[in-house]
Each structure stands twice: as C-alpha cells, then as structure tokens.
C-alpha cells in the first residue's frame, strides 16, 4: 500500500555543521507533508510543515524541501545542536487519506559535541 | 492546560486484563487521533474523530480495540483481554479540523502487558 519512508535510519553529525534527514512519499496525492521530532519518552513535536503547491519552506533554523517529481522530502537542519538530537518522522497527510497523518519509521539524529 | 494530557503515563497489567487509557486534548481541538508506537518504530494509526462525524477506525488492530469521546473532548481508548503484542506507546493527538492542520501530541502511555 502506499506509504511515507525514511532513507537512513541513523545519522551522526558534528555540533555546527548542517543535517539533511530525507524521506519518500509514495502517495501522489499527498497533499500536506509535516516533519516531527520525538525526543526520548515524549511524544512528537512539530516543526515544519509544506503544502504541495511550495517546494521549500524556511522556520528557524530548519528548512523543508519538497521535490514532487520524485515525491522526495527533507529536512535540513542549520548548526546542528547537541539540543537536535532526537528521532525525526516525516508524515504526509494524503487528500484521499480522511485526515489521518501516515507517518514514516523515523531517522535518529545523533550530535556529537 | 496547554498541551495535550494523557493519563496514565505508564500501565503494566496482567494479559488478559482491560485497560483504559485517556486522552485529554486540546481546548477547541475538534480533531482528536490515537497513534500506537512499538520501541523503535514509527507511529501506527489507530483511530480518528472529527467532531460529530463517524470516528475512522481502520487503524484498531482487532476487535479487542475500542475507542470512544465524549461531549467532543475526552477520548478513552480501551483495550480488552490485553495480550503481550498489545505492549507499546500509545499516543493521542489533537488539531483543528482541515486535513492541513498539524497534529499536537501529547507524551503518550506506556503500556506493558506482563
């Protein structure tokens, strides 16, 4: 069936440099993309979302990409913080999905000091 | 409060047993949802309500799950006859209605079934 998904499962930077956590989305109707952090025994907090009719988006510090032609997802991260470290989901809120968020299987960040 | 409460925040019972969990979302959130979320894994869908719509339950794994809410606010999801599998986070989450209102989660239940 359709379904969001992650391409790297862990990824492991340095304190300032920049991150990109990327995901693919299979519904070609989606409509509405969302990326969540979940730090350790708390539940999912937002940060950006994107409508289909952008293709970027700018919050503080972060910045979401949205390439439709390849139904690929991002999300970058500026001078990454020990503070960033978390488990981040992308979800996609489909036009046919009845308002139900699906959400991927999460990419873990981990910031080195 | 400001942020979604659940309660409680963690729960061991005995296969077998029922259990209910509660989710108080927030104050004009019309859209309530429950997400299950097993260690290490992405958030499953279980259920969904919409103001007096028919709640979408395709998400709800068996027959053992229910759901229901009250007055448009509280939510109570139940599990019967607990089994081991049923051992996961559940997370409740609510929005304003439109399918392009973000979701605003609360800290979930940690549910053990011994």
């Known amino acids: 069936g359709e379904s969001v998904g992650l391409h790297l499962p862990t990824l492991s930077v340095q304190e300032g440099d920049n991150s990109i956590i990327n995901c693919a989305y299979s519904?070609?109707?989606?409509?509405?993309f969302i990326w969540y952090k979940q730090e350790s025994g708390k539940g999912p907090q937002f940060i950006i979302d994107?409508?289909?009719?952008?293709d970027k988006r700018q919050g503080q510090r972060v910045t979401v990409l949205l390439n439709k032609t390849v139904k690929h997802l991002s999300l970058q991260i500026a001078a990454t913080q020990p503070g960033d470290s978390a488990v981040y989901f992308c979800?996609?809120?489909?036009?046919?999905?009845?308002?139900?968020?699906?959400f991927g299987q999460g990419t873990e960040l981990s910031v080195k000091p | 409060g400001a942020g979604v409460s659940q309660s409680p925040s963690n729960k061991v019972t005995e296969k077998g047993k029922d259990v209910e969990l509660r989710c108080d979302p927030i104050?004009?959130?019309?859209?309530l949802y429950w997400y299950r979320q097993s260690l290490g894994q992405g958030l499953e869908f279980l259920i969904y309500?919409?103001?007096?719509?028919?709640?979408?339950k395709s998400g709800l794994p068996s027959d053992r799950f229910s759901a229901e809410r009250t007055g448009g606010s509280v939510s109570t999801l139940t599990i019967q006859r607990t089994q081991q599998e049923d051992s996961a986070v559940y997370l409740c989450?609510?929005?304003?209605?439109?399918?392009?209102?973000?979701?605003?989660f609360g800290n979930g239940t940690r549910l053990t079934v011994t």
């Open positions: 989450a609510s929005s304003f209605p439109g399918v392009n209102s973000p979701l605003h």
């Open positions: 519904n070609s109707a989606s409509d509405y």
């Open positions: 994107i409508r289909s009719n952008m």
């Open positions: 979800a996609e809120n489909g036009y046919n999905q009845g308002g139900k968020l699906i």
């Open positions: 104050s004009g959130h019309t859209a």
């Open positions: 309500f919409q103001g007096n719509s028919a709640p979408d």
